[in-house]
């Protein structure tokens, strides 16, 4: 699902409150246990799914693997703020994700991130 980032960007530059309400950027770099890696995908797959069908502020989830080292794994995510991004971790089904995979994940890396540039295709 694409998301034409210019566009939604473009009314929290001109805002009033462009400073309160501006869109949370988070990457996460996960490394996942090998053998689990199919059951892991599914899960994540599952999440990322439910996440953006269900909730207004989820806006992007993408992720993908390192060709060379498939347990590496990196989902880029923007929520419409800190407070969407707040919400989404107590919804139900990133609990089930984190609950399902707790045991297959072997390093998780958080790093949150400023735009320089975003754009997409639809």
């Known amino acids: 699902m694409a998301l034409a980032f210019g566009l ?3 009314p929290f530059a001109n805002s009033a409150n462009a ?3 501006k869109p949370m ?3 996460a770099r996960i490394v996942v246990d090998s053998v689990r890696l199919t059951e892991y995908r599914a899960a994540l797959k599952e999440g990322i799914e439910t996440a953006v069908r269900l909730e207004p502020g989820v806006l992007t989830l993408y992720a ?3 060709r060379e080292r498939p347990t590496h ?3 880029f995510e923007i929520y419409a703020d800190e407070a ?3 919400l989404h971790i107590q919804t139900p089904h990133f609990l089930k ?3 399902t995979v707790k045991d297959m994940v072997k390093s998780l890396e958080l790093v949150d991130a400023v735009p320089i540039g975003l754009e997409s295709k639809h």
Request: cysteine-free.
């Open 8 to 10: 939604f960007i473009a």
């Open 19 to 21: 400073q309160e309400k």
């Open 25 to 27: 950027i988070r990457i």
């Open 64 to 66: 993908v693997y390192d």
């Open 73 to 75: 794994i990196t989902v």
């Open 84 to 86: 969407a991004y707040k």
């Open 97 to 99: 994700y984190k609950e």
